[in-house]
């Protein structure tokens, strides 16, 4: 008769990184940065630890954590692979099963698995006779139908020594790399669509992303701006700190409408913003700007003009959505959550005294004309010395100016 031992458990979550890209001698680097993250994402939702075990990363919660929060914070975290809801306990089989039972989800899949692995090989039993065993247990709490071949749940079972991990399924992670290990970029972020997705993909490759807003305040009213902190508050829970500078452009804008021809005006408006966020970037380390800018999608946007707008740039520009289509980045926007946020109607800065059809294809000698009468470096000066900043931290936000 077997001893009947309480059970008990810990709750965990065991966490895959994504192993290809963690390879080669940058891994210890990698691994040490996301556990970091995973840390910080899951700060004051109940994590005890985060322990690295061969290969994985186990979470262990609290008794009282709320697992969906942990889940929903673990699945913005770069370098993710995928996850799974996760419990440890004894070795004792009876045991493991009725552990297992206590912590099944409410919902019913249609068929399950248990797969089982033995780390201690010197083990009385083969890992095919734990599944017969726990299999027929849970199978018999819950009426759950096994299938081996093709089962919608698969509940993992690795006995390890004197602990028995056990996990449900798997969920797939945000994937690329820890946020930080690729450097720090300056985005170029309007209240538009394309924006938030093109930041989102550099943030996604490990990049810490710095937010850079023009915005025709007082000119146009502060819809933009306020687009603009929704958007960095959004991107923020991926990245957990970000600051975002808010640079006034309105003055810019009406020099320019005294001296610039309307057709070159949207490539002019452009080089002097590669120019003020190139010099933020700099302060803030940042070694690349990025925009969402697409081959073709606007007048602003075709190889010409991108060659005239980079030729200001101090910095590279890097356009992570350059070949997509615009379907194509409105279910990328719609994924991340950005989309209802980048519709809400506001004025665009750069269509404010610009005419519907402004010029596909302009030169360096036709725009460095055009911009003779502009004091480009004061301006430039005062649109930063006039800049606001505000810094965000996940979840709370906090305002310097
Ligand atoms: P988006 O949807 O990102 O606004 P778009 O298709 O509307 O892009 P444009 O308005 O020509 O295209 O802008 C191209 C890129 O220039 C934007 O993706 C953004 O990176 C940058 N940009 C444009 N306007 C602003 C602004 N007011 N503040 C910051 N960046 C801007
Ligand atoms: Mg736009």
Not at 27 to 50: I, K, S
Not at 283 to 295: F, H, K, Y
Request: hydrophobic share 45%; net charge positive; proline share 4%.
């Amino acid at each position: 008769m077997s001893r009947v031992l309480p059970v008990i458990n810990v709750r965990s979550i065991v966490i895959h990184y994504n192993e290809i890209a963690l390879k080669g001698k940058n891994r210890p680097y990698f691994t040490t940065r996301l556990v970091r993250n995973l840390r910080a994402a899951t700060a004051g939702a109940g994590v005890v630890q985060v322990r690295v075990l061969n290969g994985r990363f186990e979470m262990e919660l609290e008794p009282s954590a709320d697992i969906d929060e942990v889940r929903r914070r673990v699945g913005r975290v770069f370098g993710v692979g995928n996850y799974a809801r996760a419990g440890r306990t004894g070795v004792d089989l009876d045991e493991i099963g009725r552990a297992i039972i206590a912590d099944l989800d409410v919902r019913e899949p249609a068929s399950f698995r248990i797969a089982a692995r033995r780390a201690d090989k010197r083990h009385a039993m083969t890992s095919m006779d734990i599944e017969r065993r726990i299999g027929a247990m849970v199978q018999a709490a819950t009426g759950w139908k096994v299938d081996l071949s093709r089962p919608e749940l698969v509940i993992h079972v690795e006995m390890l020594g004197e602990q028995t991990l056990y996990s449900f399924g798997k969920e797939r992670g945000a994937g690329g790399l820890p946020t930080g290990v690729s450097g720090r970029v300056a985005c170029l972020l309007s209240g538009g669509i394309d924006s938030p997705v093109a930041a989102w993909r550099m943030m996604r490759r490990g990049c810490r992303a710095y937010f850079i807003h023009f915005h025709s305040y007082p000119v146009l009213s502060r819809a933009s701006q306020e687009k603009a902190v929704e958007l960095t508050r959004l991107l923020t829970e991926w990245q957990l700190a970000s600051r975002l500078y808010l640079v006034p452009f309105a003055d810019i804008q009406q020099k320019a409408l005294m001296t610039v021809d309307p057709a070159l005006r949207v490539v002019v408006y452009r080089r002097l913003m590669l120019r003020i966020a190139g010099q933020i970037a700099r302060r803030v380390r940042a070694q690349a700007l990025v925009t969402g800018e697409v081959i073709g999608q606007v007048a602003s946007q075709t190889l010409e003009n991108m060659t005239v707008i980079d030729a200001a740039s101090p910095l590279p520009v890097l356009r992570p959505l350059v070949g997509m289509d615009k379907d194509e980045i409105v279910d990328a926007a719609k994924a991340l959550g950005s989309f209802p946020i980048s519709i809400i109607p506001d004025q665009d800065c750069c269509t404010l005294f610009t005419p519907k059809h402004p010029a596909t294809r302009t030169s360096i000698e036709q725009i460095e004309a055009a911009e003779q009468a502009l004091d480009g470096d004061a301006l430039i000066q005062a649109a930063i010395a006039a800049a606001g900043v505000q810094d965000f931290k996940f979840p709370m936000v906090k305002s310097s100016v």
